[in-house]
């Protein structure tokens, strides 16, 4: 199972990587938003939860002592420098950061699921309960995150056309 | 409900660009798999969903008579980038691809369901029937996609273990 774990090893440090950003992205969004208190709360709580996601995925790599190889520009790295971008000039700013944040969560699922998979074919027990802490908080997140489509793009439309600033 | 009219078309616009970078990315995907044929068909059967689904947001687009503005630069389309790129380099292929495919459909979940909300809200009946038949669609793709991040990755693990091409 050598490539399998060399697979494995790759796959945890992506996720790291991801958990890096997923903590950029939404400390980015948290510090704009300014009208949308429950958003806010929630994604306040899920930047600690991602804290330590990425410590404890950190904390997996170190187990192995991999050397510190260089972090590949993931998908993920794109879609938070994006998202931490476009909040500069969008207009519909917590529209778009909403559904990059729904999105994230997706990824951080099924990055998750990939690794639960592996861990268990590897043996890697305690590895596996890590990962499958970490993706009961990232559903829960998407969970809410979903509940809030709706409710949020009524709420921006509502502000707008009572010239209200909607897009935080 | 002149802002959110407004709002509502620059929507449609990201929506048809990224079901076109969804093409993109599918067709790149298609291409290059070998050895998991209950996705590629998959793949293949999405794909002339989402040409009709663009072809739809397309003539609600010429409906409003909207000026040929270039679209926005999405987030989908720095992952559709992405995933065409990293296809060309990467040794765990199928892994990312879909990891970023089941990423995507989550962003086009979230595309649709803004609208219909949005379209709700402006009346417009035709194209919410629209959005809610590409939501459904989006929903199915995503639902294969979640089912197959296991058994794809046992199979990607099998393949290498055996010595077998399972990047494609």
Known sequence: MEKTRENYLAWVRDAH?????AVTMMTGMIGRLENYPTL?????QHVAETE???????SILEGHETENSMLKDTIGMAMAKG?????????DEIIKGLMASYTFEHMEIAAYRV???????????????VF?????QEQAMADFLADQLEPTTGAFIAREEADLTAKR
């Open 40 to 44: 806010r709360e929630r994604l306040q």
């Open 83 to 91: 998202q931490a971008l476009s909040g500069l000039f969008v207009s």
């Open 17 to 21: 990587a991801m958990e890096e950003q």
């Open 52 to 58: 330590q996601q990425a410590d404890a995925l950190k």
């Open 115 to 129: 690794l639960i998979k592996t861990a268990q074919k590897l043996g890697e027990t305690e590895a596996e309960r």
């Open 132 to 136: 499958v802490k970490s993706l009961a």
